[in-house]
């Protein structure tokens, strides 16, 4: 059970989860379209069309990003109904509050991140 915060506290983040992804899903949806719309023209000449694809790659990645960062999010509000949030999935630590108001969808504390990391050679932008 989360005890080591209280319900206020609880609600805190939640609530702020719940907006993040309200906001997400807004984002999404516009950049969906907007992905669409920018289909290449059949007319542009193929500077233009490098310049389309490279934009377009871009927006895609973008909305990869969100939509991993829209399933850690969900994730985290079921973290919080089922009473786990603010531990961490690998060694079950307490995460330190300051990481969890930075970041409320971590699911991991800064030492196992950081291992995960390095086994991941991936960096993410850490916050202790
Ligand atoms: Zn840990």
Same mark, same amino acid.
């Given at each position: 059970?989360?005890?080591?915060?209280?319900?206020?506290?609880?609600?805190?983040?939640?609530? !702020?989860?719940? +907006?993040?992804?309200?906001?997400?899903?807004? +984002?999404?949806?516009?950049?969906?379209?907007?992905?669409?719309?920018?289909?290449?023209?059949?007319?542009?000449?193929?500077?233009?069309?490098?310049?389309?694809?490279?934009?377009?790659?871009?927006?895609?990645?973008?909305?990869?990003?969100?939509?991993?960062?829209?399933?850690?999010?969900?994730?985290?509000?079921?973290?919080?109904?089922?009473? @786990?949030?603010?531990?961490?999935?690998?060694?079950?630590?307490?995460?330190?509050?300051?990481?969890?108001?930075?970041?409320? @969808?971590?699911?991991?504390?800064? @030492?196992? !991140?950081?291992?995960?990391?390095?086994?991941?050679?991936?960096?993410?932008?850490?916050?202790?």
């Amino acid at each position: 059970m989360c005890d080591f915060m209280n319900k206020d506290q609880l609600a805190f983040y939640k609530g !702020q989860i719940e +907006r993040h992804i309200v906001e997400l899903e807004e +984002r999404l949806n516009s950049q969906a379209s907007q992905a669409i719309a920018t289909d290449t023209n059949e007319m542009a000449d193929e500077i233009d069309r490098a310049s389309i694809e490279e934009a377009r790659r871009l927006e895609l990645n973008r909305i990869e990003h969100d939509k991993l960062h829209l399933r850690n999010l969900k994730g985290a509000l079921r973290r919080i109904s089922e009473g @786990e949030f603010g531990y961490c999935e690998s060694c079950g630590e307490q995460i330190s509050l300051k990481r969890l108001q930075a970041r409320p @969808e971590s699911r991991f504390c800064l @030492e196992c !991140q950081s291992t995960k990391e390095f086994n991941d050679n991936h960096v993410f932008r850490r916050v202790a």
